[in-house]
């Protein structure tokens, strides 16, 4: 099924419009030529993010962003400015982008607030692991991660509650057998936490055990149903 993008685009628009690109990309997009209209829009509609552009408008769209988020307050939003805009303040937008940007960096960032669709995707608790987009939804948040993170993810979460020791992780993530010196996993396993954990001084899931190797915590004996080899990649 695709998504659908709530596109809000005025008349003064001074660069091609983003409705053909995004709609080459799969998603179907619904046009609003004004925040009023996007919100009618809202009344019939049910779209998976919505893009306020508000340099076609020629106003911040601040206002419009918290009105759709007022509406519907679950949204993903993406504003879009000119470069003399005011970035400090969101105002609701969950992701605001500078013109002039490639069309290929808005579908990025589309992908990273849209929720997963991937059947190969791994859950585990409160992980969902999409290795193919390299994204994890933990705790209400997609998080994006690097693909040698994706991997240790991966295998800890192969692991649940289990103490996964540094050679087989290190092993594993990095495809060889030469352990001689293990201390890039720790500087990864770092990234990692500082990427998922709320508190990365103090990690819910990510345990060091120390002299042994790290564990994921979870409150569950789930494993995982849906696999799917990762190919890994330098980083």
Sequence with gaps: MKNTILLVEGKHIDHPSFTTGLAKKGYLVESAPSGAA?????????????????????STGKRICQSLQEKKNDLPIILIVNQDADTSDKAGANIILVLPFTMQKLVNRV?????LQNNDAVTVG???????????????????????????????????????????????????????????LDVHMSWLRQAIEENPRHPKYIKTIRG?????????????????????EII
């Design 38 to 58: 996007a919100l009618e829009r809202l009344e019939t509609s049910n779209p998976d993010l919505a893009i306020v552009d508000a340099s076609s408008m020629r």
């Design 111 to 115: 992908k990273q607030l849209l929720p």
């Design 126 to 184: 409160p992980f969902q692991l999409d290795a193919e987009q390299r994204r994890v939804v933990c705790d209400g948040r997609q998080i994006q991660l690097t693909p040698r993170l994706v991997l240790l993810l991966r295998i800890l979460m192969d692991h649940p509650g289990e103490v996964v020791d540094r050679e087989k992780l290190f092993c594993e993530a990095w495809e060889t057998t030469y352990t001689g010196d293990t201390r890039s």
């Design 212 to 232: 042994v190797g790290y564990r994921l915590d979870l409150d569950t004996t789930t494993r995982p149903v849906h696999r799917k080899r990762i190919d890994p």
